[in-house]
């Protein structure tokens, strides 16, 4: 078993700092020595879009992560990252914003199709195929871009389309190609709970198993939760499917530091 899966960790945790989130970082990390988790990380908003999730004030934001690392340190591991919504057309600014910041994992992903943004219930306006085509052309042009070594929720767009689709076979090419990328570039691959219990995990099982014949082994846990109350839901859940599906030499995120772009 890989060693740090016999310890309960969460790598997708957002706080305060970004727009959408409910609670402080102390109430996470309070949370987090509650629920027993041996190491949490914060991966607060970035995005570059005009209608976006905007942008985290980085010396803020280090200093309440160095805060909360003095007083739980004893007890719990505080990783420090970034979530950033990756598009191509802002790969400059993406690139000069991180220039000589610091963070423990970088990672990347994407909450929009052209004007189409998840979660605000408007349709999409394109056929479900053009959507998800654009949507993993999108994610495999994060892993290329070589900024990121997590690529979190990989398949949430099947959360946004009908349920008669199916988001794998319509865009198998861009996805078997961006699995290849992220293998051969070192990248993790999140397995992200969405602070679910009931439901397959982003990805699901189907493109974990694909991702596995394709002998890739780098993988992150995270339950993307937004408050306190939603920290590490699923993640027993995650990591017991992943067991389940014995994969060779994996190695979680953390177990071996990462080499960061």
Request: include cysteine.
């Amino acid at each position: 078993m890989s060693s740090i899966l016999r310890q309960l960790v969460d790598y997708h945790v957002h706080s305060f700092h970004s727009t959408d989130g409910h609670s402080s970082i102390d109430d996470m990390c309070s949370q987090a020595v509650r629920l027993g988790l041996a190491e949490i990380g914060f991966c607060d908003h970035v995005d570059f879009t005009s209608n976006g999730l905007g942008l985290i004030d980085y010396e803020r934001y280090s200093e309440e992560l160095d805060k909360a690392r003095s007083q739980y340190g004893g007890e719990l591991t505080i990783r420090k990252g970034i979530e950033v919504d990756y598009n191509r057309t802002y790969h400059a600014q993406i690139d000069e914003w991180l220039d000589e910041k610091h963070f423990d994992f970088l990672l990347g992903s994407v909450h929009y199709v052209d004007d189409f943004i998840f979660d605000l219930g408007r349709k999409p306006g394109m056929s479900a195929e053009t959507m998800i085509r654009k949507y993993y052309t999108r994610v495999r042009d994060a892993v290329e871009s070589k900024l990121f070594n997590v690529i979190g929720h990989f398949d949430i767009i099947r959360g946004y389309i009908p349920t008669d689709q199916d988001p794998i076979s319509l865009a198998s090419d861009i996805i078997d190609s961006t699995f290849e990328s992220m293998i051969a570039n070192g990248v993790y691959l999140e397995i992200n709970s969405w602070r679910r219990t009931d439901r397959e995990p982003f990805p699901c099982k189907d493109l974990i198993q694909r991702y596995l014949k394709k002998e890739g082994k780098l993988f992150s846990l995270g339950s993307d939760a937004h408050s306190w109350q939603q920290l590490a839901i699923g993640i027993i859940q995650v990591r017991d499917l992943l067991l389940n599906l014995k994969p060779r030499n994996m190695r979680m995120l953390f177990e071996q530091v990462p080499n960061l772009p």
